[in-house]
T-cell receptor, first 112, second 114 residues
Framework: EAGVTQFPSHSVIEKGQTVTLRCDPISGHDNLYWYRRVMGKEIKFLLHFVKESKQDESGMPNNRFLAERTGGTYSTLKVQPAELEDSGVYFC??????????FGAGTRLSVL | GNSVTQMEGPVTLSEEAFLTINCTYTATGYPSLFWYVQYPGEGLQLLLKATKADDKGSNKGFEATYRKETTSFHLEKGSVQVSDSAVYFCALPAGGTSYGKLTFGQGTILTVHP
């Protein structure tokens, strides 16, 4: 069974540009989460999808971040325009209902 | 909401040494507790979990006991190996449920030398 897959593994962009991160959850997992780890600090929750619906987006830092999950399958997280403080590692996780979260390898975003 | 405080590192040990990484939590109710590990170049993996007080989670020689009286979930291993070098995160659900969005500690970098 394939795990959670994230693309790209690393992205380097300049301040003001747009970046789109993608997450493919484990097949059949209705729950999809986005997290972020900035500058070696703790991993922080960004948002939670149940199928295609945003269940909780309380962790989204500002309106430069837009997450979508079309058809309840893969999800994208767009940052537009990117700022220096957006640099970090973005993790995606998926789970079944009330289940353990399985994480992807993360996307390392560097904003220069 | 729930929160977790994790011993900061980095921690450097010689092979076969004893490991303890401290984790304490503040929570409403009695949520599940987790240790996740991130090996170099890989994603977060669930290392072990405990779902109620006095439960002991164990995996790959690592153990952690859910201590309600001290609100702790310390990670231990009796004899570490070079392959245990990784970043370890203590975590629990942010709300009052057993699952759902997670709150993490800051992570502890463990380096094991031969």
């Amino acid at each position: 069974e394939a795990g959670v897959t994230q693309f790209p593994s690393h992205s380097v962009i300049e301040k003001g540009q747009t970046v789109t991160l993608r997450c493919d959850p484990i097949s059949g997992h209705d729950n999809l989460y986005w997290y972020r780890r900035v500058m070696g600090k703790e991993i922080k929750f960004l948002l939670h999808f149940v199928k295609e619906s945003k269940q909780d987006e309380s962790g989204m830092p500002n309106n430069r971040f837009l997450a979508e999950r079309t058809g309840g399958t893969y999800s994208t997280l767009k940052v537009q325009p990117a700022e220096l403080e957006d640099s970090g590692v973005y993790f995606c996780a998926s789970s079944q209902v009330s289940g353990i979260q399985y994480f992807g390898a993360g996307t390392r975003l560097s904003v220069l | 909401g729930n929160s977790v405080t994790q011993m900061e590192g980095p921690v450097t040990l010689s092979e076969e040494a004893f490991l303890t990484i401290n984790c304490t939590y503040t929570a409403t109710g009695y949520p599940s507790l987790f240790w996740y590990v991130q090996y170099p170049g890989e994603g977060l993996q669930l290392l072990l979990k405990a779902t109620k007080a006095d439960d002991k989670g164990s995996n790959k020689g690592f153990e952690a006991t859910y201590r309600k009286e001290t609100t702790s979930f310390h990670l231990e291993k009796g004899s570490v190996q070079v392959s245990d070098s990784a970043v370890y995160f203590c975590a629990l659900p942010a709300g009052g449920t057993s699952y759902g969005k997670l709150t993490f500690g800051q992570g502890t970098i463990l380096t094991v030398h031969p």
